[in-house]
């Protein structure tokens, strides 16, 4: 995926314009032969940000399936947080995927851990995305993903406290 599509995916998150995410990634989805699975992930949160919990669980599951390593945190996160969202939470769901992220968090490839640091921040989870962002620049300590992201998140807690 072009950092011009994921800068714009990113945008439109920010500013909750969940509807917009979709579009963007139901548009690139069109131009591709085969389904970025990244697009396909944003797509289900925007989906989950719109209060659309059964169809981003659905695809979110979808694109758990596909076994893309770089993936495979976000997506657990994703799926954790909209069936803690839905009315009728299923506790014994909630449990697994705990563990799971708890899992995954050991091992998870550093592009991963960005994901899930731009999920979370998305999620308005801060600290815990501020958690990744760290870790990150623990691995890489000039990485400028996670330095911007760093960046926002300093800006929206000084914000708050504002």
């Not at 969940?18 to 970025?36: F, G, I, M």
């Not at 960005?114 to 921040?121: E, G, K, N, P, V």
């Not at 999620?123 to 691995?139: C, D, I, K, P, S």
């Amino acid at each position: 995926m072009s950092a011009e599509v994921i800068a714009l995916v990113n945008y439109y998150a920010r500013n909750a314009f969940s509807r917009h995410v979709q579009t963007v990634c139901n548009e690139v989805l069109k131009k591709r032969a085969a389904p970025d699975a990244t697009l396909l992930f944003w797509r289900a949160f925007g989906m989950l940000q719109e209060g659309a919990l059964n169809e981003a669980i659905k695809e979110l599951q979808a694109v758990e399936a596909r076994g893309d390593a770089h993936l495979s945190l976000p997506v657990k996160l994703a799926l954790l947080h909209a069936h803690q969202q839905a009315r009728a939470i299923d506790e014994e769901e909630v449990a697994r995927l705990r563990g799971e992220v708890d899992l995954e968090e050991q091992n998870a490839p550093e592009r991963a851990r960005m994901t899930a640091a731009l999920l979370l921040w998305h999620l308005g989870e801060r600290g815990h995305a501020r958690m990744y962002v760290t870790q990150l620049l623990e691995m890489q300590p000039h990485s400028a993903p996670a330095l911007t992201l760093l960046g926002w998140i300093e800006l929206h807690d000084a914000e708050a406290e504002a």
